[in-house]
């Protein structure tokens, strides 16, 4: 069970958007709608901002969107803000029950 | 607000087995599942498993041969013990609730593993 795939890095100055991609197979992304996304400032608790492939929870800022096709997830920042930049993981449910997280993308506010 | 806390020691031989703890207040313990996750220094987020209130249990396939995880829910709690540790498995560890996806987690505890 290998961690799902995203970029190892995106960037984009303040205002823009960026997109971060989550490639999994069909026995995980393709078939399962328990995506979520983690934003993860370093030495902090891992944060949820979206759940259910595009589900915003309470208190996540609207510039923060998911969607999914196929076998790929992706994470939208739009109007990206300095406290923007942190680590974010993807992660998905699986059919045997478990969860399997992405490698990891750090995103870089210029 | 649900809140989470991990204990433990903070340094375990090799070989050894890795206790943890995770302490829930707050309110809403009962079902629920819990979770360990875990984070090497510069690498990716891992889930290790999870627990269900009730004791039901689901965990890694690397990791299964090697967990353990129990639920005392007198105490709001519940723990994550790791057999035969090496290096490897130097990392802090997260403790987060699951609901589909992990809303609320814990400070983390930086667990070494010394030879």
């Known amino acids: 069970q290998s961690a799902l795939t995203q970029p190892r890095s995106v960037s984009g100055s303040p205002g823009q958007s960026v997109t971060i991609s989550c490639t999994g197979t069909s026995s995980d992304v393709g078939t399962y709608n328990s995506v979520s996304w983690y934003q993860h400032h370093p030495g902090k608790a891992p944060k949820l901002v979206i759940s259910?492939?595009?589900k915003r929870p309470s208190g996540v800022p609207d510039r923060f969107s998911g969607s999914k096709s196929g076998n790929t997830a992706s994470l939208t920042i739009s109007g990206l803000q300095p406290e923007d930049e942190a680590d974010y993981y993807c992660?998905?449910?699986?059919?045997?029950?478990?969860?399997?997280f992405g490698t990891g993308t750090k995103v870089t506010v210029l | 607000q649900v809140h989470l806390q991990e204990s433990g020691p903070g340094l375990v031989k090799a070989s050894e087995t890795l206790s943890l703890t995770c302490t829930v207040s707050g309110g809403y313990f009962k079902s629920y599942y819990w979770s360990w996750i875990r984070q090497p220094a510069g690498k990716g987020l891992e889930w290790i498993g999870r627990i269900y209130t009730t004791g039901s249990t689901d965990y890694s396939p690397s990791l299964k041969s090697r967990v353990t995880m129990s639920v005392h829910t007198s105490k709001d709690q519940f723990s994550l013990n790791l057999s035969s540790v090496t290096a490897a498995d130097t990392a802090v560890y997260y403790c987060a609730r699951e609901v589909g996806a992990f809303d609320y987690w814990g400070q983390g505890i930086q667990v070494t593993v010394s030879s």
């Open positions: 992660c998905s449910s699986t059919g045997t029950y478990t969860f399997i």
């Open positions: 259910d492939v595009t």
